[in-house]
């Protein structure tokens, strides 16, 4: 069982645009020939962030085209915020806040023998990673660049960097890369 950041980035480090926008993904290949399929079928829970899940919400009818219904994960899913978000209908939603330690056990329990994906934002993956529970980043480079926007990653990490565990070519427009990442309290320990 792992914790995993599963996510699409720019080139220039960015997940979404400045508006949260990720009308700039799609055009790039389609979701099936990246290692989605098989990722997704190895997860029991996730966790999301305000602002991807508020997307989701935005582009419900979009989602339904795509995937049958408004809500596209069988899996039970943690969403943080401190505001109150509309519910999706059919979907196995819980609004939490505060500490992600304490969401993570409930997560874990869920999951069962299958990972936990934190699906975004940047910043709440970096909760994650703080809290010495985020175990790998799969990472799509797409091959746009954005400018600016939600990043990817908002926090510094140098020492130990992360482990290249591979890299994968998915299509024209896609780099998948795969890292282990350190636990950053074991590193302030050593």
Do not use: C
Not at 148 to 168: A, D, I, Y
């Amino acid at each position: 069982m792992k914790t995993q950041y599963y996510t699409a980035t720019s080139l220039d480090g960015f997940i979404a645009t400045e508006e949260d926008s990720l009308d700039w993904l799609f055009p790039l290949g389609d979701i099936n020939d990246t290692g989605y399929p098989s990722f997704i079928a190895h997860v029991g829970a996730l966790a999301m962030g305000s602002a991807t899940y508020m997307w989701m919400v935005r582009h419900a009818e979009k989602v339904a085209e795509q995937a049958g219904s408004p809500w596209p994960y069988e899996q039970p899913a943690w969403v943080f915020s401190h505001r109150t978000l509309p519910p999706i209908e059919g979907a196995d939603v819980r609004f939490v806040q505060g500490d992600v330690r304490a969401v993570h056990k409930e997560m874990v329990r869920a999951a069962g023998a299958k990972n936990v994906w934190v699906v975004g934002g940047g910043d709440l993956a970096g909760q994650f990673f703080d809290a010495g529970l985020l175990d790998e980043a799969i990472i799509q480079v797409a091959s746009v660049t954005l400018g600016k926007g939600k990043q990817l990653f908002p926090r510094r990490v140098t020492s130990p960097p992360w482990k290249l565990l591979s890299v994968r070519q998915v299509g024209t427009g896609f780099a998948e890369l795969r890292y282990e990442l350190p636990n950053p309290r074991a590193a302030v320990a050593a």
